[in-house]
């Protein structure tokens, strides 16, 4: 049984997270449900505490500075300390290169990579004074492949360099930092399309259940993966092993 740890979870309502929630519950940790929905992230953090685990609920916009500040000392004044924190809040933008305008382009990054930066300015500092922590990005194979949406793989780009740079911020504090990066996840943000490409250009043939993303949150945080450090972890079914995900528009 792994010591149990608080686990702050952004994008907690999204369909990726219902695999991190549960497995993270179900494991004993207990589980702090933000989303930039309040009445969302309260529903995640519900199905937490029906499964038998321990969840509060949160509202925080990770693109918002002041909005972070205020999570951080909502968090700390009704839950405590983070010991663990999951960027997985994120969004993916259908536009190609000639659909963006400056904004639109923008958002994506402030959300997706942005956001995780200030969320592990944020939180980071209580870890390394107590010499203990794990942040994760979930990232995506979109940022070690390539990807028709250019911001959405930009992001996924700089979100998994982002962890491989901070190894050296963190260096002897006790604190590790990796991605996850998934493949084709069985979430509503995945439309048909892409789904029907699965059997022929995932060497497994398979789709990947947020319980998989999950298990892999779970496994990072306890002490069998503490000299993974920096590491983007593939749960792609073998996706990039074989070539891009998706023909050429």
């Avoid at 000392?73 to 983070?82: C, I, L, P, T, Y």
């Avoid at 999950?214 to 972890?233: M, T």
């Amino acid at each position: 049984m792994q010591k149990q740890r608080t686990v702050l979870v952004t994008g907690a309502a999204g369909g990726m997270c219902r695999g991190i929630n549960a497995r993270l519950g179900a494991g004993g940790h207990r589980v702090i449900c933000t989303d930039l929905d309040p009445d969302a992230a309260e529903r995640a953090a519900q199905a937490v505490r029906d499964a038998g685990g321990m969840a509060d609920a949160f509202a925080v916009d990770v693109s918002d500075p002041g909005s972070v500040r205020a999570l951080a000392g909502d968090v700390r004044e009704r839950v405590g300390e983070v010991d663990v924190l999951i960027n997985a809040a994120g969004i993916l933008d259908r536009k190609y290169l000639a659909d963006h305008d400056d904004r639109s382009f923008e958002r994506t990054i402030d959300v997706n990579l942005v956001g995780p930066f200030r969320m592990i300015q944020t939180f980071a500092p209580a870890m390394v004074e107590r010499g203990w922590g794990r942040i994760i990005n979930v990232s995506s194979i979109a940022g070690v492949t390539g990807y028709p949406y250019p911001s959405y793989a930009a992001s996924k780009a700089g979100l998994s360099n982002l962890a491989r740079s901070l190894v050296i911020d963190f260096w002897g504090t006790g604190v590790t930092v990796n991605s996850i990066c998934p493949g084709v996840v069985d979430t509503p943000m995945v439309i048909q399309e892409v789904r029907d490409q699965v059997p022929r250009k995932v060497p497994t043939g398979k789709i990947v259940d947020p319980d998989e993303i999950g298990g892999v949150a779970l496994f990072l945080i306890g002490e069998d993966a503490k000299n993974i450090n920096g590491a983007d972890i593939l749960v792609d079914g073998g996706a990039t092993r074989y070539f891009q995900l998706f023909d050429r528009p």
